[in-house]
């Protein structure tokens, strides 16, 4: 099962995560990423990679178990 990572201090606030995938990633009040599931089915594994390219610095990433 695909595990979700995000460095929140590399983060910038962008949003292309939560846009791409809003199941997954939203941004909080401080302008920096929340993971809302850390655990993803497999079957949302394109969506949440596609979130992750989507990243302008990098921040996120996908782990197998
Ligand atoms: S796309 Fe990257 S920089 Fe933008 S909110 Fe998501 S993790 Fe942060």
């Known amino acids: 099962m695909p595990w979700v990572k995000a460095d929140r201090d590399l983060?910038?606030?962008?949003g292309n995560c939560a846009m791409t995938d809003p199941d997954v990633f939203d941004v909080d009040g401080d302008g920096t990423v929340l993971v809302l599931?850390?655990?993803v089915p497999e079957a949302d594994r394109s969506r949440v990679e596609a979130a992750v390219r989507s990243c302008p610095v990098s921040a996120l990433s996908v782990q197998d178990e």
């Open 37 to 39: 599931r850390e655990s």
């Open 11 to 14: 983060c910038k606030g962008y």
